[in-house]
């Protein structure tokens, strides 16, 4: 049997079928999950924010106009609800992160060689984590789920040279907070 | 092509995603720019460094999702019932937000009762523009908040702020307001912002104020 479309499982699920909402879910769920996770960097944050983006789709599917695609739809609400959490995220740990910023200041010697994978994912976290929320956005979608600069730019509704420019400023920022931490 | 524009195709020079007529002009580039050189090496490293391997999450988590999304489903419909109406807090309280944030911000700036403004009627007012704006929102069905959820992405406020060197000024800067009340994403984000602010300061009196407010509106049915 051939595999549905998004629309196809979107005008069954319009049409009462709850099981055509499941298989969005199942389909889309991994990729949410993960847009969430580099964003806020914590797995029970991202947990949230999956089930609350699949709520929305949930009680919103009856609006959705299929002249745009179901995945550039359901990305620009996860993205939204990732920033919001994010925004208030960062409202709510603001001291924290002051006191973990310290922290690593203290911790940030040692040449690159001895750093094992754990301690580069931690570092490379932490550097995500510092990038403003833009720029954040654009650098989880393009280096991670490896989103090509026109698709992003439907999603986002940004030009494709800003996108760009987003982008390169973010591995930079990622590239000179890994070069403080490895005290270079 | 503007040789910054050169610059932030690197990383995608890095990552082979160019297009092949692209990568053979940036080869080329790279043959007779040092600064591109010297920048496209720095990149290197840090791709090195950047790692793709995360923790996954723990077992079984993605066959427990689809249950725990349904049960909150669910228990969004209970807390509906009994409680505040689900509207009330996805449009009607952010809605009135926006209100009460115009209303606290032109009462500052609106001029003494009396006095006209320049190139304004008196029977206008200064408010009158934004009293327009509120107009459409109140009159947007559920369809159209919808739209214009989906069409917001950025906050509009970091630009905003990022424009006045940091501060963000909004409350004294009734154009910069204006313009952003009128695009569909700054207004997104005043509900947005405002909304939070609301539903911890604001006591049931007066919601149930606002509430009375707006049922006289289009908005609710």
Known sequence: MALKSDLDLVEDFTGGEVEAFNELVRRYQERVYWIARRILGDHGEADDVTQDVFVRVYESLKNFRSDSRFYTWLYRIATNVSLNALKKKKTKLFASLEDSAMSMESESDGPLAELDRKEYRTMVEKAIERLPARQKLVFVLRYYEEMPYDEMAKILGRSEGGLKANYFHAVKKIQSFVQKEMGQ | MKHKHITYSLPEFIEGKLAAGEKAAMAEHLRTCDDCKAELKSLERIYGVLSRAETPPPDPYWITLLPRIHRRIAEGRHQSARGWPGWVFRYAVPLASVGLLLFLLFRNISPEPGTVMQGQSSSNGSASSVLDVREVLLGADSVEVQ??????????????????????????????????????????????????????????????????????????N
């Open chain 2, 147 to 220: 739209q214009i959820e989906d069409r917001s992405v950025f906050l509009p406020f970091e630009d905003l702020a990022e424009s006045n060197n940091g501060e963000n000024r909004l409350a004294g800067d009734k154009d910069v307001l204006k313009t952003i009340l009128t695009n569909s994403n700054g207004l997104y984000t005043a509900i947005e912002m405002d909304m939070e602010a609301t539903q911890e300061n604001l006591d049931d009196q007066e919601v149930t104020d606002i509430l009375s407010q707006l049922s006289r509106s289009k908005f609710i």
